[in-house]
């Protein structure tokens, strides 16, 4: 099967505190890609992030930084400092190839809900 | 904003009727995505659409359409609706097709069938 686990579906922290989203793929594909997308109250999906399957790295990005492990299949997300304006559904996604064309496949999404 | 527009914003409708939700992808993006966010299904790929040619389908029913026109904007029609079509649909774009593209979404749709 091909598909994306987000086993928190809700989390609450306080400003300020530093929270880990969990992101679990499963996949066939040797190469893929793996995706965070953000949607705030408004509703919008706004993109964040695409990480390939060849390169490790971790990604910082200002509070934002991405851990990704090949052995472990995961691709998780820490917002440091957190702040209200991060309070958003979150979705890891796998891109994946189809015969002709691609698609997303998305987790079910964690709901982060940040109290000042 | 992305740059993917999508009208109309809202749709309130009834059961078995008919209904077109439109989207104008990214300037200069050939590829043009869609999908359905609902409660009980998550988001879900719809539909996928290259310079014109339907390229990949997803579970879309067999009561929803799709098309992309020569202009690059797309049509998404459904057609004798029913309750559980109630949802947030998306159309999202990317440069060209191929998994490693980001793909960006519009507002979205939020049909609603009463």
């Known amino acids: 099967a091909q598909k994306v686990t987000q086993a928190q579906t809700e989390i609450s922290v306080v400003e300020k505190e530093d929270v880990t989203l969990d992101c679990v793929y499963e996949?066939?594909?040797?190469?893929?890609?793996l995706f965070w997308y953000k949607q705030p109250p408004s509703g919008e999906l706004v993109f964040l992030i695409r990480?390939?399957?060849?390169?490790?790295q971790n990604e910082i990005s200002g509070r934002y930084s991405w851990n990704f492990q090949k052995s472990t299949s995961s691709f998780n997300f820490t917002i440091t400092a957190s702040q209200v304006v991060d309070s958003a559904v979150y979705f890891c996604?796998?891109?994946?190839?189809?015969?002709?064309?691609?698609?997303?496949?998305f987790g079910a999404g964690t709901i982060l809900r940040v109290k000042s | 904003d992305s740059g993917v527009t999508q009208t109309p914003k809202h749709l309130i409708t009834a059961t078995g009727q008919r209904v077109t939700l439109r989207c104008s992808p990214r300037s200069g993006d050939l590829s043009v995505y869609w999908y359905q966010q609902s409660l009980d299904q998550g988001l879900q790929f719809l539909i996928q659409y290259y310079n014109g040619e339907e390229r990949a389908k997803g579970n879309i029913l067999e009561r929803f359409s799709a098309q992309q026109f020569p202009d690059l904007h797309s049509e998404l029609n459904l057609s004798s609706l029913e309750l559980g079509d109630s949802a947030l649909y998306f159309c999202?774009?990317?440069?060209?097709?191929?998994?490693?593209?980001?793909?960006?979404f519009g507002p979205g749709t939020r049909l609603t069938v009463l």
């Open positions: 999202a774009s990317s440069v060209v097709q191929g998994p490693h593209n980001e793909q960006f």
């Open positions: 990480r390939n399957s060849f390169d490790e």
């Open positions: 996949t066939r594909d040797t190469t893929y890609y």
């Open positions: 996604a796998l891109s994946l190839d189809m015969e002709y064309g691609n698609k997303l496949v």
